[in-house]
């Protein structure tokens, strides 16, 4: 079972959906 693969697409997931709430609030990037 590959988890560190599974966890660099959940990163990677989270990255996009914070890159997308930022351009809505900037207020709400907090650099990750």
Known sequence: ???SSGF???RLALTAVRKKL???TPGMDTGY
Do not use: E, K, N
Request: proline content about 11%; hydrophobic content about 80%.
């Open 22 to 24: 930022a351009t809505v």
């Open 8 to 10: 660099i697409a959940l």
């Open 1 to 3: 079972m590959p988890l």
